[in-house]
């Protein structure tokens, strides 16, 4: 009875919902007490995903668990929640580790495991795959423009006096938002405060190329062929049986005419 429950994908859903719902309302709860509470039912579901674990292990065995990229998904997510659970049995938030933090931080990936549940997402997955694979060398492209735009935007405000400019980290990350078209007026306004009449032409002449090249026509394209990817059916198998219903039928038609004649 147990074991079938666990193997149940209704009954798991129903956990994956319940720990997002207790993630989410913890923060609305300051008191320690609730805090407390609403820690324990965490890291219970947190154990019965690990009893989950076992039981599909049990049932399918290691080999025919891993075949499946969900149960994968799933086997890495456990994981991740595990050092959160362990941190809360031992009682270690007794000690000042910082890095406990990133474990109790870990546990809301358990969440992610609801993807599995969602219909057709395994058509979404591939449609992914597909258009990251087409558009890879796009992003590098798009990568590397970035990179290039933000060096070059560092070199030439970085004694502008430009909290946006002040090293290349900065300015790449500046850059970036210039392209999303966030903040692409207020920067250029900041640099020119102490620039003459000059270098400001030129300034807003620098900045309305960069918004043109990079975050309109450069976002764009990218997305364009992304999306493209993304949402186009893979026909190579489709598009040859097509071809061979089509030499099919000629040849039918071939013989019908040579019996006619």
Avoid: C
């Avoid at 076992?54 to 997510?77: A, H, M, P, R, T």
């Avoid at 009449?197 to 030129?202: C, L, N, S």
């Avoid at 364009?224 to 040859?240: G, H, R, W």
């Amino acid at each position: 009875m147990i074991k079938r429950l666990f193997l149940n994908d209704k009954f798991i859903l129903g956990l994956i919902l319940l720990n997002s719902v207790i993630l989410f309302i913890g923060a609305y709860f300051p008191s320690q007490s609730d805090k407390y509470i609403l820690t324990i039912i965490d890291n219970s579901i947190t154990t019965l995903f690990i009893l989950e674990l076992i039981f599909k292990f049990k049932e399918f065995g290691f080999k025919g668990y891993f075949e499946s990229n969900w149960n994968k998904l799933d086997f890495v997510l456990i994981l991740l929640s595990i050092p959160a659970l362990i941190t809360f049995i031992f009682n270690l938030n007794i000690v000042d580790f910082s890095f406990l933090l990133v474990f109790r931080i870990m546990r809301v990936f358990k969440a992610f495991r609801f993807f599995k549940f969602i219909p057709n997402v395994g058509e979404l997955v591939a449609g992914v795959q597909r258009a990251l694979k087409a558009s890879v060398f796009v992003f590098l492209g798009f990568a590397v423009y970035i990179f290039i735009i933000g060096v070059l935007s560092f070199y030439l405000f970085q004694n502008s006096g430009s909290e946006y400019f002040k090293n290349p980290m900065v300015s790449l990350y500046s850059t970036f938002k210039i392209f999303t078209v966030e903040g692409w007026f207020e920067i250029p306004e900041q640099i020119i405060s102490g620039y003459s009449k000059t270098a400001t032409f030129f300034t807003y002449l620098y900045f309305i190329f960069v918004v043109l090249t990079g975050g309109i026509f450069g976002l764009s394209i990218v997305n364009s062929i992304f999306v493209d990817a993304m949402v186009s059916d893979n026909n190579d198998e489709l598009e040859k049986k097509i071809d061979n219903l089509d030499s099919k039928i000629t040849e039918v038609l071939t013989k019908i005419n040579n019996h006619e004649t």
